[in-house]
C-alpha cells in the first residue's frame, strides 16, 4: 500500500501515482469528465447534517496546503470521527444506502490519511479520492455554506484532481508550497 511516488520538476511535473491501485478512483474520474465545462453551478439542499464533516475536511486540506503531514494525519483522524458520527437517520432509505456506502469508503481514506504521517505524497492520493466521495456526500446530504468544486488538470500525472473549497482562491492540496495556485474553479455549489 505504500507507494513510493518520484516527483521530478520537469517540463510538466511527471509524477508516478500508477501504483495506487484504487477502483473508486476512476469512478469519480468519470464523474468529473462529464461535468468538465468551466465553472458550473450546482445547487444543494441546505443543511447542517455535514457540518463537522465540512469543517473538518476543509481543515485536513488547509493542512495539505501546508504540506504538513503530521497535521493532516491529526485532521484526518477528526475526520474520521465526524464520518462516524454522521447521523443518518433523519435520511430517506435510500439517501441512507447511498450515503453510508460513501461514508464507508470516505473513512478508510480518512484512515489511510491518518496512518501515512511522514508520506504527503501518499496522503495526497487518498485526499484526491476522498474529495470525490465528500462531493458525493454533499450532493445527497446538502450542505451548510457555499464550496466551491477546485480542479488541478496536472495532478496524477496529467489525469487532474479535485478538491472542495469554501474559497475561490486556489490554495493547491496537492502540491502545497511547490505549485500552490495551480488550479481552478470547476463547480460551485450553491445554497437553497
Ligand atoms: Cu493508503
Known sequence: MLSLAIISWGAFAQNDYSSMNHSEKDQGKMDMKDNSSASASITVKHSKSASAVIDRYLKLKKALVEDNSQKAASESKNLFDAFAKFNLSAKSNSEQKELSEIIEDASEHAEHISE?????????????????????????????RTLYQMYCPMYNNGDG????????????????????????????????
Open 116 to 144: 501515512n504521517s511522514g508520506n504527503l505524497d501518499h496522503q495526497r492520493e487518498h485526499f484526491e479520492t476522498l474529495s470525490n466521495d465528500i462531493r458525493d456526500l454533499i450532493v445527497i446530504a446538502g450542505s451548510d
Open 161 to 192: 484532481g479535485m478538491w472542495l473549497s469554501s474559497s475561490i482562491e486556489v490554495k493547491n492540496p496537492f502540491y502545497g508550497s511547490k505549485m500552490m495556485k495551480c488550479g481552478s474553479v470547476q463547480q460551485e455549489f450553491t445554497i437553497k
